[in-house]
Nanobody, 125 residues
Framework: VQLQASGGGLVQAGDSLRLSCAASGLTFSYYHMGWFRQAPGKEREFVAAISWSGGSIYYADPVKGRFTISRDNYKRTVYLQMNSLKPEDTAVYYC???????????????????WGRGTLVTVSS
């Protein structure tokens, strides 16, 4: 299984970025997908999750109203649209997969089956 995140970069506060995560080696529609992030010196934290069908979505409070998670099962890709970025959003962002027989909500507590290489997002003030 490979989950390859891309789209990170250096931006200024208030800018937008769109992250992508391409999945391979798994049946994509059999998995809920999510995004996590880890800032320097901090623990990994949940950002957003989307069910296998896209019908259920969760966001962490710090990103509600600014970030949007979506997925394209045909392209086997999950996205994270990040608007109004803040310096505190600076982190390595990872995507993760959770089998559909596990409740989506458990991803908020860090439950996941696979996670991949991250992409660095740096927001300058």
């Amino acid at each position: 299984v490979q989950l390859q995140a891309s789209g990170g970069g250096l931006v200024q506060a208030g800018d937008s970025l769109r992250l992508s995560c391409a999945a391979s080696g798994l049946t994509f529609s059999y998995y809920h997908m999510g995004w996590f992030r880890q800032a320097p010196g901090k623990e990994r934290e949940f950002v957003a999750a989307i069910s296998w069908s896209g019908g259920s979505i969760y966001y962490a409070d710090p990103v509600k109203g600014r970030f949007t998670i979506s997925r394209d099962n045909y392209k086997r890709t999950v996205y994270l649209q990040m608007n109004s970025l803040k310096p505190e959003d600076t982190a390595v962002y990872y995507c993760a997969a959770l089998k559909v027989n596990t409740p989506l909500g458990t991803m908020k507590e860090g439950r996941l089956d696979y996670w991949g290489r991250g992409t660095l997002v740096t927001v300058s003030s």
